[in-house]
């Protein structure tokens, strides 16, 4: 055989079985297209305005993608709020029976906007205003199709079939390497936890239509005037959100804190480092990091994900640690979150929820039946009051020919002498912090903000140092952490 034809025949060879380990290199890559995929694909960010760009669409869902990555437990929060208040519809109670979650969903997401006489541009409105706006023939009833919904939706079905399958796959090789006793790094349960909250999100908001840039316009002949002044309201500012605030506007706990550090970071950094400021009044949009009551059910699904997320730290807590150091850094990091986890459903508005539901649906707030109370009896319209230092005058509305139940215009207080009962009224306002647009439902009280900012601050210290461990970790393992599985060993031989 001459040499050519041996050197040919050397190189052939048969079925080969693959190498058995895996490296460094191949562990990082498959955990950050994981957590990527989950992160990204998991989220549903709400309609942008109508002036938006593209732009604006794309920060909107990488915002949330990052609220994903660094405090996923706030995502499952924000999901289980926004189907408790998907579920509220009343639409389907009422006989209409092609009203689906999909179109509650898409109402509150700001999928329709109401234009009507007054209005200087058309404003986004929820699932409840809708209801109310129709019930009481303000609007006709949407002829809007489930399948008409969902041919705007402009999701990528192959990037979520891809994310479910490189979840599933990932999922499946922890699992064959427990049950085989190979290692599995700290950087794998990490992943396998954002794993777990995209199960969760993914059920929270399965009927919640995705990458939707476009809203339906709804036309109203009444004058806005007249819609609000029908419900015994006032067609006067102060109005926070649009002109339709006292139909519906549900403040949680959660929410109220949750958008205090939002305004002290763009105070701070010049810049909304996560989700997008409404800067227009009426709001032109309805942001998508609005925590809403969660219903019971809905609340303790989510506290039941939560846990599991937050007890994923505490599967290495014997593994092997480069140092006795960081593996003290990582149990203390391990206990903290369950700690501040248990702490904000103490503390905060959804556990009081799941003891006090609110009342649904249109229950008016409660600065609303302040100005009600305020109207209907004189001895109290020229009272101070303690929160935005203004006096509210009841006054007759008049809207074209028609007189109306009795709204509120609101004057700014005269300066009153310095009687005890008005320095502590002076000391109360002092004692919380509003928004940029005095907003009371947003006012947080200022003993509180230093603990709290603390608190929130630790947590975002110990998210980052799990995040570095897991890095810091890959420069020493056990030998079986890069062995590959067996998968012909769980195969039942037949």
Known sequence: MSPILLSAALLLQRWTVGPSQRGTAN???????TTFLCCWVSVYPNIIAPRDSRWAAFRDKLALACLNLLGPEFLIILAAGQKSSARQSGFHNAGYTDWTMTHAFFTDMGGFRLEAPGLKESIPIDGEQLVYLVQHKFLEYPNVTKGDIEDRDKADMMSRLLTVGQAIWFSLNLLVRGIQGLTVTRIELTTASFVINLIGTAWFWKDKPCGIQTSIILKSPEHIDFIMTNRGTRPFPPYYRTQLDFISRHETEFNIWWQFYNTMARRILGFSPLMRHVHSQPWDRIPGDLFLPMDLDLHLWAVLLIAIFTSVP???????FPSSIEQILWRTASVFMIVFNVYAFVSLSPAKMAIMPIKRPFEKSLLEKKYDQLAANKRFAQRLDPVLNQVFEPQEVIVGQEKHQQGIIVVEARPHRSSPKEVMKTVYRKLYYFAENKDPRLAVNRLWVACLGILCLAYV????YIFAEDLAGLRSLPSNAYDMPDWLA?????
């Open 27 to 33: 562990i990082i890559l498959t955990c950050a297209a």
């Open 314 to 320: 505490f599967m290495a807590w014997n593994s092997v």
């Open 461 to 464: 210290v110990v998210r980052g």
């Open 490 to 494: 769980i195969i039942p031989h037949l």
